[in-house]
């Protein structure tokens, strides 16, 4: 390939949940390589901030204020990708997601897993349904859902959020298979530490324990939504055109040796702290 294959100039994404951390991390990737893109969001506030920031910078973005969790909601952004590009959608991000509120399993209700069901799986199902039959016809189309490293371990006291972000993965490596003859990829982030209004973790994690924060991440540091963003938009481009039913970890190495800390240079403990 003469051309950077990582360019995606003439692609048209739209991101759920596009207005704030990953999402807007991942929308600003996307847009910065060039791609139009359409920024789905429910926080109005948030999502004209970031859509300026995108649009003063040169980059081609609309944004849409819609909750993901309502039927309505796809319907607003097939009106957007039409007013973007004629209705052609070459990348979705399915990003809309949250693990509040924990507790334990045994006070939850019905209710209460039927709302972390619609903040969380849900609407992949439905925004995908949605743009997917349009990709299979035109025979090209790049998946992305963000799921969770907790899709791939057991969660106390955030059971039902755990397993939703696993049927993501299941879903995502199940409709890859499915639809890889027609030429559209699908695949999955797994996010882990990531400071976002969600998990502002610098302000959850006090300075005392800062200095902690090697022993825990082994690449040193949270992430940030950019991290997310390169990944993401690697993902979306024709570098990644012979990878799909994926799951990459973006988690700075948390989950490649899960309950492992660094003591120092050479030592590790899988011990908690006051037993040794
Ligand atoms: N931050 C992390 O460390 C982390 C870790 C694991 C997984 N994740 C996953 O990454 C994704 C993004 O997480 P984040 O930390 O950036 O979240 P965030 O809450 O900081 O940002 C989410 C964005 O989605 C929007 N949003 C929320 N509900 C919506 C709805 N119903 N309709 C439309 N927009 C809605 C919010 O307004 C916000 O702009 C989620 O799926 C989350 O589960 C994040």
């Known amino acids: 390939m003469d051309q950077d294959a990582t360019r995606l100039d003439d692609r048209t994404a739209l991101v759920t949940g596009g207005a704030a951390g990953i999402g807007a991390g991942i929308a600003t990737a996307l847009a910065r390589r060039g791609a139009a893109v359409v920024l789905v969001d429910n926080d109005e506030t948030a999502l004209d901030r970031t859509v300026a920031e995108l649009t003063q910078g040169g980059c081609t973005a609309l944004g849409v204020v819609a909750d993901v969790r309502e039927r309505s909601s796809t319907e607003m952004m097939r009106g957007a990708v039409g007013e973007l590009s004629g209705g052609r959608l070459d990348v979705l991000v399915n990003n809309v997601g949250d693990h509040r509120p924990w507790g334990p399993f045994a006070q939850t209700s019905e209710e209460d897993w039927t709302a972390v069901y619609r903040l969380n799986f849900e609407h992949v199902l439905r925004v995908t349904r949605a743009f997917l039959p349009s990709m299979i016809e035109r025979r090209s189309g790049s998946i992305i859902n963000v ?11 955030c059971t039902v959020y755990a397993a939703l972000k696993a049927a993501v993965l299941n879903f995502t490596a199940g409709l890859s298979t ?10 999955a982030i797994a996010p882990d530490v990531t400071d976002t ?13 800062h200095d902690q924060i090697p022993r825990w991440v082994p690449l ?4 940030t939504p950019e991290d997310h963003g ?21 988690d700075g190495g948390t ?7 660094r003591r120092d240079e050479h030592r590790f403990t899988n011990v908690p702290r006051n037993f040794i």
């Open 147 to 157: 799921s969770s490293v907790e899709g791939l371990r057991g969660v106390p006291n």
């Open 178 to 187: 499915e639809v890889g003859q027609y030429g559209v990829r699908v695949n």
């Open 197 to 209: 209004p969600q998990f502002p973790l610098h302000r959850l994690i006090g300075p005392e324990y």
């Open 220 to 223: 040193g540091r949270f992430g």
């Open 230 to 250: 390169d990944v993401a938009a690697f993902l979306a481009s024709d570098a990644a055109r012979w990878v799909t039913g994926q799951t990459i970890r973006v």
């Open 255 to 261: 989950l490649a040796s899960p309950g492992w800390f």
